[in-house]
């Protein structure tokens, strides 16, 4: 029963990381209400499955981290990825989001000079938008694969 468990609980927030990529990346927005949908489903999951609501709220804290951020920055860092975030830490627990999203951000700090002469965006004031959510979907599939269960 817990393999069964840990599929679903691992499974989820990997469906949900291929699709939002994919979206990311083009339109640089995720599909909110389904995600919004399995937030809730997984916190109703979790709290049940954990038995309190410290650990619930716990997995959600980088989320929230994200939320706070995106608003303080309006929106540098975009609220899909804080959305996105707290539904990786329902699934997942506190410290794989966490892992997840410092990963992220420090393939992103290697691959950005790259991405820059890619797309042809050089200099002092020039900005590049670089998609979180395909970073955090690739750690977190590295996470998996080296998880040892």
């Known amino acids: 029963m817990k393999d069964i468990t840990f599929m679903i609980c691992t499974g989820i927030p990997t469906l949900f990381f291929a699709i ?3 979206k990311d990346i083009r339109k640089r927005s995720i599909l909110l209400l389904p995600t919004l949908f399995m937030l809730v489903l997984g916190f109703i999951a979790n709290f049940v499955d954990a038995g309190g609501l410290e650990t619930v709220l716990l997995s959600l804290l980088p989320g929230f981290f994200i939320l706070v951020t995106a608003f303080i920055t309006r929106e540098r860092i975009g609220y899909g990825d804080a959305w ?3 539904m990786t830490g329902v699934w997942s ?8 999203f410092l990963g992220a951000l420090a393939v992103i700090a290697a691959a950005a000079p790259m991405l820059q002469k890619i797309h042809g965006k050089t200099g002092e004031k020039s900005e590049l938008s670089i998609p979180l959510v395909p970073f955090l979907a690739a750690v977190y599939g590295l996470t ?3 998880d040892g269960k």
Do not use: A, D, K, Q
């Open 20 to 22: 939002n990529s994919v």
């Open 84 to 86: 996105v975030m707290l």
């Open 93 to 100: 627990g506190f410290e794989r989001t966490l892992l997840c």
């Open 144 to 146: 998996l694969i080296f």
